[in-house]
């Protein structure tokens, strides 16, 4: 796999470091490098590349600022000299982040996160659309997903969700036969844009549910166990016309 990246350091001995360190890694192509984040706006805007290499302490815009600009395929590494920063790289979804002075083997381990990033993404994608990269398919079913948790990619199976629970920036997927859920740094728009809709339904802002795990439904309520899913009247009527088709 060939990634094609970028450099955003205001200290032109880093940039060189991390231009040398690119240049002498097989798996990454350097199309381009900027010595301030402004100047990489207009380019990576019009021109994303697959990962960025951004420093946070920059004149005019730092780096966190930046990574809510650019587009969403672009996966983040940051790179900072202060430690303290590392929370808030994650919560912009960075895949790591590289304390400075940086050593390539350090950076090895960020661009290995990041193969692993994109090759699961593109597996999640060939599994989607009914494609295996040993033997094709016609059987065009998503049976999957990938998500971050933990710092780490996890695939779910999507037979295997009970209900998804939206926390302000974070989400939680209940699984089947697992005691704790998986808790992931995304927004429920994002993962409902990711499940197919003849498989899950939205009953309420806070709440997606599989269908066909649906098994109570008690004082507009679905109950799962011990947890209780509340319904909205603004996604009732949806899950009324399901469960009336449903019903005999």
């Known amino acids: ?33 900027y010595s301030n984040a402004v100047l990489a706006m ?21 780096g966190l600022e930046f990574s809510r600009m650019i587009p969403e395929r672009t996966r983040i590494v940051f790179t900072t000299a202060f430690d303290q920063y590392a929370l808030n790289g994650y919560r912009v979804n960075a895949l790591d982040y590289l304390l400075k002075p940086i050593s390539y083997s350090d950076f090895m381990q960020a661009v290995n996160k990041a193969i692993n990033w994109f090759e699961l993404q593109l597996k999640c994608q060939q599994t ?24 780490k990619l ?13 926390l302000k920036d974070y989400i939680k997927i209940y699984l089947e036969n697992e005691e704790r859920p998986i808790l992931s740094l995304a927004s429920m728009r994002s993962i409902e844009e990711k499940l197919p809709n003849e498989q899950f339904m939205r009953v309420h802002r806070s709440f997606i549910v599989q269908k066909q ?7 507009g309520r679905i109950i799962f166990g011990k947890n209780y899913i509340p319904i909205s009247d603004s996604y009732k009527q949806d899950l009324l016309n399901y469960v009336n088709k449903h019903t005999i």
Request: proline share 4%; charged share 30%.
């Open 128 to 151: 989607s659309s009914g494609k295996n990269t040993e033997t094709e398919s016609s059987d065009n079913i998503q049976d999957c997903i990938y998500v971050k948790s933990n710092y």
């Open 213 to 219: 795990k649906i098994k109570i439904i008690e004082k």
């Open 42 to 62: 207009e380019k990576l805007t019009e021109n994303p590349v697959d990962l960025l290499f951004l420093d946070i302490q920059m004149p005019d815009l730092n």
């Open 154 to 166: 996890k695939r779910i199976e999507l037979n295997k969700i009970l209900y998804i629970e939206g």
């Open 1 to 33: 796999m060939n990634i094609q990246c970028a450099i955003i350091d205001d200290e032109p001995l880093a940039l060189g470091l991390l231009e040398s360190y690119v240049n002498k890694t097989p798996s990454l192509t350097l199309c381009g490098k």
